[in-house]
């Protein structure tokens, strides 16, 4: 099973666009060419949190600090748990986003967010973590490896509850 992270930073708008989320779009590995927030597998020696801090550093160059825990979610491949995805949200950062050989990031505004490039659960919780919420959820996907091929099949999510 791997533990990943994902992490949104989040910021008002310059323009009336009002507010924005940053995204990647993935350009190798797992979801490639697909939009999610910077993140990875996590070290074997570090917290998720350590792990979110380290992944958006090295994806888009953003120092995130006072991150916040928005989610757990699992995802289950054939009845196995693949992986367990902690998801943190942030409005404190420094730096520009750049582009790496891993991501190209992109401030997006939230009513604008790609989820037809994004993976097929995403639509069902991340709407509500950019809004405040806090979830938990599992979410069962058929048909073998790798995950990013397989079909969705089913979820589970309770909001609100502490992660």
Known sequence: MLETTLCFPLRDSDSNAGREVLLIEKRRGLGEGWYNGPGGKCEPSETPQECAVRETREEVGLE???LEKAGELTFLLDDDTHSVCHVFRTR???GEP???DEAHPEWIAIEDVPYDRMWDDDHL???GVLEGQT???EFWFEGGEPLDEAEFVGHDLEWDVSV
């Open 125 to 127: 919780w991340l709407p």
């Open 135 to 137: 979830v938990v959820g």
């Open 64 to 66: 995130v600090t006072a």
């Open 92 to 94: 404190s950062f420094t």
């Open 98 to 100: 750049t582009a790496s």
